[in-house]
């Protein structure tokens, strides 16, 4: 497993010379998934193979601001899988210095893409692209990409793949955002037809109130 904490620089360049400003992105696993949650996002397009699998939660008062997700490309007649995992970035309140993914269960094949981030606010509803089962002797897919959107209006798309349709936006998180997730995943086939990802979910967690 990989240390618990990545640093990740990044660079400004002012007018007064080299800015160095770090941001600390922290792994937060299921050490918080005991937080209360309000209700629980889902779409009906999600695909057949695989089993839940558990969920992971950010941190109390923490909303998902941003999102990754690991793509196989294209294997060209070898076996596809697409997309793989869903990584969720966290942040309290608008202060993304210190923040901490979670990401439920993940596939095996493919890369993280750079993460992409609402400008303003939190993740509030979601989309999928499925693949349809393709039969017997079809290659499945499955889940092959993912859109978000923020609170501040912007929809953000990951950089999946292009095969099968996007289905019905989830419902909304209302009066707060996206706080968790939860992944449908097909085990490893050791040498069959791998589909990875079939299905997910997201937790809405309440905004706290002011003080």
């Known amino acids: 497993m990989a240390s ?33 949650y309000r209700s629980v996002l889902t779409v009906s397009n999600g695909e057949q193979f695989g089993n839940w699998t ?11 601001v941003g999102f990754s997700i690991r793509v196989e490309s294209n294997q060209y007649g070898a076996d596809d899988t697409a997309l793989n995992g869903i990584r969720l970035i966290c942040a309290k309140d608008e202060d993304r210095s210190f923040l901490y993914s979670v990401e439920s269960h993940t596939g095996y094949f493919g890369d993280w ?21 393709l039969g017997l ?6 889940m092959n990409n993912i859109k978000f959107r923020c609170s501040s209006n912007p929809l953000l798309e990951g950089p999946g793949m292009e ?10 998180c209302v009066n707060g955002g996206i706080c968790g997730i ?30």
Not at 7 to 12: D, M, Q
Not at 54 to 64: G, Q
Not at 137 to 142: E, I, L, P
């Open 163 to 172: 095969w099968g349709e996007y289905g019905y936006w989830s419902d909304e």
């Open 137 to 142: 002797f079809g290659d499945d897919t499955t």
């Open 54 to 64: 558990w969920p992971e939660m950010c941190p109390d008062e923490f909303f998902a």
């Open 4 to 36: 618990l904490h990545t640093v990740v620089a990044l660079l400004a360049v002012l007018s007064s010379g080299l800015c160095v400003e770090k941001t600390f992105l922290q792994r937060a696993g299921s050490g918080y998934n005991s937080r209360q």
């Open 182 to 211: 939860e992944t449908k995943m097909e085990e490893y086939q050791y040498g069959l037809d791998d589909s990875s990802l079939n299905d997910v979910r997201f937790h809405c967690c309440n905004k706290p109130l002011p003080q």
């Open 113 to 133: 893409s750079q993460p992409q981030y609402c400008p303003r606010g939190v993740l509030t509803s979601f989309q999928i692209r499925v693949e349809p089962h």
